[in-house]
């Protein structure tokens, strides 16, 4: 089905820059990919001598495309800065096709984020991982994602609720995000001042805010083991709200 | 049947203060279902979800105002593909919140692999005026009103290439998917502006060139420049080509039903809601020449 194939090139040349220098250079590349009609190749090649609609078309593509990470992921995306875009670029190249659920976007890209820094090729941010684990229960808890969940960092169990999640954290959360709000005003952030504690919080998020709980290992355990006696659990539940 | 409803308003969150303090500001609501329901996806069980809340909100709104309901999600123009479970949504939506008329876009966002998954194109591209996509476009309209009873509306989208060797100009083909389909216009004026800003196209040749019969409801917006091209951003008040447009245009379409004010929430504080106000009363200023306003 020829339209198809000619509706899926220019989809594929919006969303790649590279792509479209490419093919500009070489239209043979086309016919390598797609099954189309000389019409459509001459469609394509005149598309893309159009470059200024096709750049704004790229450019749209990136904005449309980036929009709903920052807006899921503020914390990290701000954290990031500046290197955000290199790192969107990374993910796109590496997960070139996105649908229309930003649950799977942004859960995807939370583990493109945490392999990248399991194998050091982020490491100027401390409290990355940490961060992006934060972020990740609180899209978990948005898009009721309760299993396959892509970090082990992130606990579901049923006796928390679908509104709560249990995190483990390499820092403390309660500075971290006070670091955040800071940063959102203009300060940077002092990693230094943000205590280690490798230990499991738990986490409610809702209207876009997040209410955390530091744990003990002893309750942390009794919680996943399932053995915390109903009326303890929930009165750990209320600190939350 | 083709009572003029007056003067609309786009919904976003930032309009909740001005629509409880002046509900007459505004003689209908049009919301974009798509924003308050999830998707999961083609074949996902139980695949459109809306929140309760949401629900509630635009029952609440319904009480109020008439609603009309602008798609996002249908892609008519993605070719090899018509999303039957996303027509059914559509109909369950209408049966619960009975819409004035549904619309969607004359492009396509969605591209899909063999096993039909969806991929966003994360924006809507153009489709091409030629017989191929009109004869898909028909059949898919086609469907769509054989089971919502309401006008089903298809709005002129906006573009930043141009494609060569097409079979007909814009205008035209607009003209004939209507006449054939018998799906209405949803004339978006702001549109009209940006194609004819970017292609250098004089604004009311345009209009000329399409049957303004077809047009059911008018859409009117800001927009800006980014980077090289003038964009559809939405970005607060109308242009002064647009209300040059919008006199132009209203009093020869004897079918049009409404005019809507679109603008994008995070524009809110550059018009504030004075600004909005002014927005939605020099519309109705225009409308009121030539139109009398019937309450649906
Ligand atoms: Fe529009």
Redesign the pocket.
Known sequence: MSLKEFQQAFADLVANGDFCRAVKQNPELLDEKYVLTSLEKDRIIFLLQQSRGIGTSCMLYQINRFTPLYDLMPYTCNILGERTREYTRQFWAYYPKSNFQFKDEVMIFSQFLLEQIALGNINHIPILESLVNLEMAGNCIRFAVTDNVPSQAVIFLESLGTANRLLFSRYDVVQMLAALDQLGAGVPVDYEAIAAVNCFYLVHFTDRRFAVQMLSDAEATAIIEERMDKAQLNVLLATLV | MNDFVGVGI?YNRSLDTLLDTVPDAVDYIEIIPDTWFSDKGVGAAGRFDMFPAYEKRILELGQRWPLVA?HVGFSLGTAGYFDEAYLDNVIRLQEQFGFLWNSD?LSYSKVHDEEVTEYSTCLALPLTFDEEVMEMLTGKIGQIKEKVDTPFLM?NNVYFVKFNEEKYEEGAFLAELCNRSGCGL?L?L??VHANATNFNFDRKQFIDSLDLKDVVEI?I?GGNVIGEMYL?S?SGRCNDEVWELLDYVVPNCPNLRGV?F?FHESYFNTMGNEGILEQLEHARAICLKSKNIVCP
Do not use: G, M, P
Request: a negative charge; zero cysteines.
């Open positions: 786009l602008h876009h709005e949803l978006d702001h549109n859409h917006a559809d939405h809507t679109e």
